[in-house]
């Protein structure tokens, strides 16, 4: 026993206790057994654990502690230690728990943890260790918890390091972003599995079928990975226990899972941000226990089955952008515990449901971008919670309703709709609120004056018919432009200045005499000032922001005048046929990009907001996010997520490009995948009409968005031909057949210049080839060299390696077949995709090389 404390007192030597958490541990004491963190053996008194987290150490940890004969849990969790991975641990071979989480420990994972054979549970999460997940912690056969979850793991997930580990209740390799493997069957053979955590850890490919043998399963989170394919049929039959089934931002497809409610356990469901399509089905209404649904950013459509809103512990409700349509039903003596529901986005129509303000739970309502039509029900507002308020962008009818219980409100949007009456007084009692939007209605009256109590951050009643003096905090504080559109409105600062009472009129002659001096004078100098800035504005192009209206899809807090502002030369960072793009940095810090459309045609606003519309609800990786548009006559601005890596044109035509084949291929693949959605899977059918690879956009990770596509449909047909008229280069891209006046668009004009941009990517040039002293085009010069004797190697990109070829010939192939003359004979957007995916590479793992094995073996 004497020799055991020594042990920890060695140990403690090499520790570094900032707040003497070990103070207690000390020579004089007269038992090591009650020191801070020791629990010995009643029966023996030796060591058996040292749990020894949160304790602020840092230092060495000292393979002293190894020599303990007895020690079998060691916790050294949450503290600082700063080092490679102890490999002396694995000399305290009678461990069976060690937990060394949320350290700074790094380096890789020795293959020596092999001999903590009995180990049940090793967590080594949140620490920046490295390297492969060694083979040999597939040894461990009693695992009952691994967790390497939060580190910075990499490479692949070999099958064999899972056939043992058949004792694992709790596997936790999430937010390994590093790491890049397909889900191993064999992880469906861990039949006693509870929680399989695995988010965030660069997962690709289906999720394997073998998984419906995961029958304790009650966690289960596969999010943020690059899964794709289906989910396996009867999945929710087998897993009865589940209660969370997060498989959000991922790229699966196919139907809801019809079989998730059977076990009647599921309690939080996330399938967002995928490519799901269908409707949700009627048995929904079995999930009983289901506390929060996400299923928004996906092609889910048809109408929500009536019992979903009145599951009895259904807490969030998240379905916006997608294609949902119908009603919704009335709420009236449901026993609702809802607190949250986002719909926006959707196809919804009839009224917003009665009985909404009697679910005394619901802090935020969003059904913006739908078509909800009739009155508010009188109580909408009676959620004494009721934060967020988001209805705009419909065609609600009648008088906003008075607000009386909701003191927790704090952002109420109902702009663009034909809201009538006045603005309810009773808004300026609500002490939190700080956004209201109710431009684009038909509101009157004055603006009450209890509104200058609010502290507001925005306050847009534009586009209205308000009329009388506007309250003067609300006129300072503000941009002019929110007030604009309602030519009834007065005050200082506003076109029209209120009248003067008459009382006051005649006592104040001479001080009039006199205004009328001063007044001469300043409008002189006025008149001076405004016809200088007017030709400063026009030299600079620049439009006035009051004829300006907005559109905003996602919460972009800019203002109409702002956004003018940044539209100066120095944030220019390209032109196209329809105009500029610039780059735009939001009061928040992300950055937009805005173009600039001329509208020649003059389009109503209402006809260009419902055709955008269209355009913003298409979601897909593939294409480019649409955020918003302002509109003048003459002017529209795009506002697009803004991709920092340019467009695949700039790469293409920078000197040296160089992107390997299997970058090419995913800029392919997607790209094809952006043009199938627009084509086949959207409900409203759009062609792109303009696809060329200066309208491919890279992001993150390479993945393409397609940028430009159906703006004929924003600035009208004869606008749109003459603006790709004027573009000589996009001649290159556009099929033959489309001279010929009588032809409308059609998809295989979309193929024939995706073919085009297939020819860019496999002889790396640009479409427009200067050669020789004539301008040749990407198709004919590969036509004619592919028509001469072994031609067709010639014209690969010499930059990529022989070993691709056979691939590149093939997409050479199918490119010939897109940019065929004769439209008939171009194969379907369904084909290119398949047939780019089916050159995919398959990522087998490495061979296991002698360091994967267990040291004794090498
Ligand atoms: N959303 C965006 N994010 C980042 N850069 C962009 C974005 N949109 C456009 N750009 C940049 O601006 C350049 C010009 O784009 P634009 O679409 O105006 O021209 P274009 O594609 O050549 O012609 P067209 O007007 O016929 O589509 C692109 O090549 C790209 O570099």
Not at 331 to 353: A, K
Not at 569 to 592: D, R, S, T, Y
Request: net charge neutral; glycine share 8%.
């Amino acid at each position: 026993s004497s020799s055991e404390s020594d042990l920890l007192l060695t140990f403690k030597s090499s520790i570094d206790d900032p707040t003497s958490a070990l103070s207690n541990w000390s020579p004089n004491s007269t038992t090591h057994c009650d020191w801070t963190g020791i629990t010995c053996s009643n029966a023996t008194s030796l060591v058996t654990s040292v749990d020894l987290h949160n304790l602020n150490l840092s230092g060495d940890i000292s393979p002293s502690i190894c020599r303990l004969p007895h020690l079998s849990h060691l916790n050294l969790a949450n503290n600082f230690f700063n080092q490679l991975i102890p490999l002396q641990l694995s000399q305290c071979t009678a461990l069976v728990t060690l937990n060394l989480s949320n350290n700074l420990l790094w380096g890789t994972l020795p293959d020596q943890i092999v001999l903590l054979s009995d180990l049940t549970a090793l967590d080594l999460s949140r620490n920046r260790i490295a390297g492969q997940i060694p083979l040999s912690l597939g040894s461990l056969a009693s695992l009952q918890v691994l967790n390497l979850g939060s580190n910075l793991f990499s490479g692949f997930l070999h099958p064999p390091l899972f056939r043992n580990l058949t004792q694992l209740v709790l596997l936790d390799l999430s937010q390994n972003p590093s790491l890049a493997s397909e889900l191993p069957q064999e992880i469906g053979s861990l039949s006693k599995l509870r929680s399989l955590l695995l988010q965030r850890s660069g997962l690709y490919g289906p999720i394997p079928r073998s998984f419906l043998g995961l029958r304790e399963l009650k966690v289960l989170d596969l999010s943020q990975n690059n899964l794709s394919g289906k989910i396996p049929l009867g999945f929710g039959l087998a897993s009865l226990k589940l209660a969370t089934l997060d498989l959000s931002q991922n790229m699966l497809s196919g139907s809801f899972p019809t079989d998730v409610c059977y076990g009647k356990s599921l309690i939080e469901l996330s399938l967002h941000d995928n490519s799901f399509t269908g409707p949700i089905p009627n048995i929904i209404e079995k999930c009983s226990r289901l506390e929060r649904f996400q299923v928004q950013d996906n092609s889910f459509a048809g109408a929500l089955p009536s019992g979903l809103w009145s599951l009895p512990g259904l807490k969030l409700f998240r379905a916006e952008n997608n294609q949902f349509s119908g009603e919704l039903p009335d709420l009236v003596g449901v026993s609702s515990r809802l607190e949250q529901v986002q719909i926006d986005n959707n196809s919804f129509t009839g009224r917003i449901p009665r009985g909404l303000g009697l679910v005394h739970t619901m802090y935020r309502f969003s059904a913006s971008l739908n078509g909800f039509s009739g009155n508010l029900p009188e109580n909408i507002f009676d959620s004494p919670v009721l934060s967020i308020i988001n209805l705009s962008h419909n065609s609600l009818t009648g008088s906003i309703p008075e607000f009386s219980t909701c003191r927790k409100l704090v952002s109420l949007s109902l702009a663009d709709n034909s809201f009538t009456g006045n603005i309810p007084p009773s808004l300026g009692h609500l002490p939190v609120l700080t956004y209201i939007d109710i431009s684009d209605n038909s509101l009157s009256g004055k603006i009450p004056s209890e509104l200058q109590n609010l502290k507001l951050a925005l306050f847009n009643v534009s586009f209205n018919q308000l009329s009388g003096s506007v309250p003067p905090p609300l006129v300072s504080g503000l941009p002019a432009s929110f007030l604009q559109g309602n030519p009834g409105l007065c005050g200082p600062g506003l076109p029209n200045p209120c009248n003067v009472p008459p009382g006051k009129r005649r006592s104040n002659t001479n001080r009039l005499i006199w205004a009328l001096i001063v007044m001469s004078i300043a409008v002189g100098f006025m008149v001076l000032t405004a016809g200088l800035y007017v030709v400063y504005r026009l030299s600079r192009n620049k439009s006035n922001p009051c004829t300006w209206k907005s559109v905003f899809f996602y919460p972009l807090r800019i203002t109409e005048e702002e956004l003018l502002m940044a539209l100066v030369e120095k944030n220019a960072i390209g032109e196209g046929a329809f105009g500029k793009v610039h780059v735009v940095q939001l009061p928040g810090g992300e950055f937009v990009a805005v173009k600039r459309l001329l509208n020649s045609s003059n389009l109503s606003f209402r006809k260009v907001k419902s055709e955008i519309k269209i355009l913003a609800k298409a979601r897909h990786r593939n294409l480019t996010k649409l955020l918003g548009f302002c509109y003048s006559k003459g002017t529209i601005l795009l506002i697009f997520e803004y991709l920092r890596k340019g467009s695949l044109g700039d790469a293409l035509r920078r000197p040296g490009f160089s992107f390997e084949w299997s970058l090419r291929l995913k800029l392919a693949i997607g790209s094809a995948q952006g043009l199938l959605y627009l084509h086949k899977d959207y409900v409203s059918q759009i062609l792109h009409r303009n696809m060329k690879s200066n309208n491919i956009l890279i992001g993150d990770d390479f993945e393409p968005k397609i940028s430009d596509f159906g703006f004929d449909r924003v600035i009208g047909e004869t606008s749109y031909k003459s603006s790709v008229a004027s573009e000589l280069g996009s001649y290159c891209y556009m099929p033959p057949e489309y001279g010929c006046s009588s032809k409308k668009p059609t998809e295989e004009m979309d193929v024939y210049s995706f073919g085009v941009v297939l020819l860019e990517l496999i002889t790396g040039r640009p479409a427009e080839q200067p050669e020789a002293r004539e301008t040749l085009d990407v198709v004919k010069l590969v036509r004619r060299k592919v028509n001469m004797t072994n031609g067709a190697p010639q014209i690969l990109d010499p930059k990529i390696s022989g070993t691709a070829q056979r691939d590149m010939l093939e997409v050479l192939e199918l490119a010939l077949r897109c940019t065929a003359i004769l439209p008939e004979k171009r194969p379907s957007i369904i084909e290119v995709v398949r047939s780019l995916q089916s050159l995919e590479p398959i990522i087998y793992p490495p061979m296991c090389s002698g360091e994967l094995l267990p040291s004794g073996q090498q």
